[in-house]
């Protein structure tokens, strides 16, 4: 399932695979954008000997940044049971997060399985009385690392999300 063209990024989900909806699956959220998935290497610029210039060397570790999810707010949902433990009641407890990129026929192209992600913060939208816009919410999560999964095989999300609960 090789893609040679630059893959849409208007079509993805997010799961978070620990925290249960409904029954038993995972909980699988819509949101209406998904930023700051990423990694940079650790680099440290020394002075070179002799020379006036500075010489990047890499460093031991790897900074993940955190991931922002935004959506228009909901007043229940699964999801606002597991914040609400993580920021009011319980010790937060950190769950697996997958986001996918789907194709036109909604199966997964890549996906990004986050590793122990947790809530950071959750913010809202304004609230403006000359505006009818709906309520934003903002969600940051922190996570520790995350692996990337190429689906060549053209299996579904369903069975990617079971390869990915299998891989924890």
Not at 55 to 60: G, H, L, Y
Not at 102 to 108: A, F
Request: proline letters at 6%; aromatic letters at 12%; a negative charge.
């Amino acid at each position: 399932m090789a893609n040679e063209y630059p893959i849409p990024s208007f079509h993805f989900s997010v799961d978070f695979l620990e925290v249960k909806g409904a029954g038993s699956a995972p909980l699988d959220c819509r949101f209406s954008k998904v930023s700051g998935l990423g990694v940079r290497n650790q680099i440290n610029k020394k002075l070179e000997a002799g020379t006036p210039y500075k010489r990047p060397f890499p460093e031991e570790g790897r900074e993940y940044g955190n991931v922002t999810l935004e959506r228009g707010f909901t007043a229940k949902s699964d999801l606002i049971t597991w914040f609400n433990g993580a920021s009011y009641d319980d010790p937060i407890k950190p769950v697996p997060v997958l986001i996918s990129l789907l194709s036109e026929k909604h199966k997964p192209v890549i996906s990004w399985l986050l590793y122990e992600a947790y809530l950071e913060s959750w913010t809202f939208g304004g609230f403006d009385a000359m505006q009818s816009n709906y309520l934003l919410e903002t969600i940051v999560l922190s996570y520790s690392h995350y692996k990337e999964i190429m689906n060549d095989d053209g299996s579904s999300l369903d069975q990617l999300k079971n390869i990915a609960n299998n891989s924890l």
